[in-house]
Structures are given as C-alpha cells and as structure tokens.
C-alpha cells in the first residue's frame, strides 16, 4: 500500500494549463512513487476544453470522479456559497480514498490534500516531519497556527475523517447552515476542533492562485512543518 493518498479536488479551472499541471506534477515527483493520486473535479465550463489525456498520462490517477453541485440551492445573497461545493467535492474525495483501502485492504498514512488552480513554491518529500499517529492537519499559505483555509493541506489518517467527512456534514446542521454559507473556513475550524483534530502550518513556501495566467514557476524549496 502506498504512503499517501495525494487528492487534486476542486473546480477544475486552470488545472488543464501546462504550466499549472507541470508545477502540481513536479511538486508531488519527490514521493509519487509510493503515493496514489485521486482526481475528483467539480463543475466547470473548462471541463469541455481539458485534454483527459494529457492530465492522465502526467499523473496516472487511481481514480477520478466529478462531484455534482445541483443539490445546493443557495441565493446570491449568499457569496460564500462555493463553500458548499467545496465540501461536497471533500466528502466525494472521502470515499474514492476510503473505496480505494477497502480495496487494498489497508491504509495510507498521510492524505495530501491540493487544489486544481493553485501552483506551489515547494515540494513534497518523505521525510516530512508529522507524527502519522497523531490526529492533526498542516494547512498552507497565509494561515496561521490558528487559522484553516481551503488551499494546501497535509492530513494525517486519524484527521482524514474530520477534515473530509464531517466538515461536509456540518453544513448542513440547522443552527449552523446560514453561517456556513458566509464563513466556510470558520465552520471547517469548529469541525475540526469538534473533533479533536490540531491543526498546525505547513510552509508551501509560496502559492499562486493562477487564475489563468502563464507564468511558469518550478517548486524550489522542500515543504516545512511548523510545529
């Protein structure tokens, strides 16, 4: 059984530029030998325009799927409302991972969580420094050692259910829903709390949100973990 479980879960957006997929591949190289790759793509217009081929042969996925959003109903009074499909697009990544372990009759140790639109400045290696017995997740970027984003994220397997799972269900609990919709992340941080998860800060370095631009940027730095 491999030592990671490396999720590419969100809007599909700018993940079919070469730029953008030859920085997530060059990212993940240093451990993709002992590591499975799940694709788990959500609604986008992009999805017309993708070569499936190129994004498969770059990083052979174990499995892909696409989420649907149709069950959210959520008004544009709502801006935050991609936090909904944000979780569904977790919850589907849950369980190709867990369908992928019953399967092989085993588990991963660390689930590498990535977005589809987003390059990063470091790389994965295996000597990370997370005790894989611990229920805790790293999150990146401008967070800080109490704050949880939707970017970049390193689970170790006894967080795996809170972060992926129960953070969808908690959206809809009755006295929390309208809040969800406004403060995602704030909802993600009680779940994970809730549950007894500790959340720390993995330094990615640096990480662009693309947004369709062109720049080629090559992963220079090994990831760091801020205890």
Known sequence: MPKYAIGIVGQLRSFYQKNVYENISAAIKPIRENADVFFCFGEHSDVDYISDNILTDTFNPTSTQYYSSKRFEAGNEHPQEMGLWMARGWLTLYHQILEQ??????????????????????????????????SEIYVSGYATSTDVNDCSAIITRNALKAYLHDFYHDFYSIDAFNDCLNHPEGRLRWTLADKGVTVGVASFKEEIITQYNNETWCPSSPIKINH
């Open 101 to 134: 372990e019953e399967k092989t009759k085993s588990q991963y140790e660390l689930i590498i969580k990535l977005r589809p639109d987003i390059m990063l400045g470091s790389y994965f290696h295996d000597n990370i420094d997370i005790d894989t017995e611990k």
